[in-house]
């Protein structure tokens, strides 16, 4: 079966499929499937089989076909379609209850180079990573997942991902609550602290600032009582964020400046690195130059104090979606450095790396 023969299958397919003629369409695909020598059109024919599987419910048979996908993207040879393999293989295992392989799959579509599906994907892979995240009860990751998803939607204006952000959020919200219920069964303070927090931080996120303020001071309140200092941090940047949404930037640096004083007490360097970040934005749209480069500096000092570059090309990690490569001795690279470097030993401790891992 030729190119412009597979073309016509997959559309006469999705007509059935359209049709509620699913079966129909199911045994039309598979045909192509058999048959087809064209590898893009395989490669679409296996994303129409993973998409129907998905709606049927039948999940063990989406997993196959997406691990099908993937092969055949590899042999294409393309960034884009190997984004969207792993994306259905992401949501193949999201469905199946899989959720650190979702993760990991979710952080192998973060990490391809730029692509041109990157914009219209990136946000399914946000909300697909939030999805895993929450089915790990890891909320606050979540959220931050969730957050990433809602602004890919915002910025390309695809309300149907914004609808599944917000049912996803509403799910976020049912099981924040309850644990807040079980806190205050049981008369768990630090775990009433950390609900309110995500309360505040799920109704900030919704432009709900009004909501957000008595939540941030509640758990605020909580976490002074405890001595978490750094729950105390999260709290101020929070705040912080509020108030740059009103903007009051004022406001926000005086919080900022509270969390910095706390972050530095604790020596949470990656607190430090967000309230930097944060405050160079701040100072940036402020047009203080002086203030904004003393930012600047303290962030790149707190990025060599965690060692968050990449040890051959000096480059932050971070600062571009690159595939990284973590060896045995724990030291990180970026992937692409390590090939070009060709050496089989850490360029920086000089241990063998003959079984690295991936990031």
């Known amino acids: 079966m030729g190119q412009d023969q597979t073309k016509q299958q997959i559309e006469k397919g999705l007509q059935l499929y359209q049709s509620n003629q699913t079966e129909k369409a199911l045994q039309v695909w598979m045909k192509v499937l058999e048959k087809s020598s064209d590898l893009v059109g395989r490669f679409r024919v296996l994303g129409c089989l993973v998409t129907a599987h998905s709606e049927m419910g039948r999940y063990k048979e989406m997993l196959k076909f997406a691990v099908v996908q993937i092969d055949t993207a590899r042999e294409l040879e393309d960034a884009d379609f190997l984004l969207e393999s792993y994306l259905n293989l992401a949501r193949s295992n999201e469905k199946l209850c899989e959720f650190h392989k979702t993760i990991s799959y979710c952080k192998t579509c973060l990490g391809l180079p730029g692509t041109r599906a990157g914009a219209q994907l990136g946000g399914q892979v946000s909300l697909s990573m939030g999805n895993a995240f929450l089915g790990l009860s890891l909320f606050q990751k979540a959220l931050e997942s969730f957050e990433k998803a ?74 002074t009582e405890i001595g978490n200092r750094l729950g105390q941090v ?24 509270r969390a910095q004083d706390l972050a530095e007490e604790v020596g949470n360097k990656l607190s430090q690195l967000k309230l930097h970040c944060l405050s160079e934005s701040i100072y940036r749209s402020k047009g203080l130059q002086r203030e904004l480069r003393a930012h600047v500096v303290r962030f790149h000092e707190c990025v060599e104090e965690t060692e968050l570059y990449c040890g051959l090309c000096g480059e932050s990690i971070g600062e571009r979606n690159s595939r990284l490569q973590a060896l045995p001795c724990s030291h990180i690279f970026h992937l692409r450095c390590l090939q070009n470097n060709g050496t089989r030993s850490c360029p920086n401790c000089r241990r063998s790396s003959m079984k690295p891992g991936f990031v």
């Open 234 to 257: 999260q709290v101020l940047l929070g705040v912080a964020k509020c108030w740059v949404a009103r903007k009051a930037l004022d406001k926000a640096l005086d919080a900022i400046e």
């Open 150 to 223: 809602l602004r890919y939607a915002h910025n390309n204006d695809d309300a149907m991902l914004e609808c599944r952000v917000c049912c996803s959020l509403g799910s976020f919200y049912a099981q924040v609550k309850e644990s807040m219920k079980i806190a205050l069964q049981h008369g768990d303070r630090p775990l009433q602290a950390l609900c309110l927090l995500c309360f505040a931080d799920i109704h900030r996120s919704r432009g709900d600032l009004e909501t957000a303020f008595p939540r941030y001071d509640s758990a605020m309140s909580i976490m």
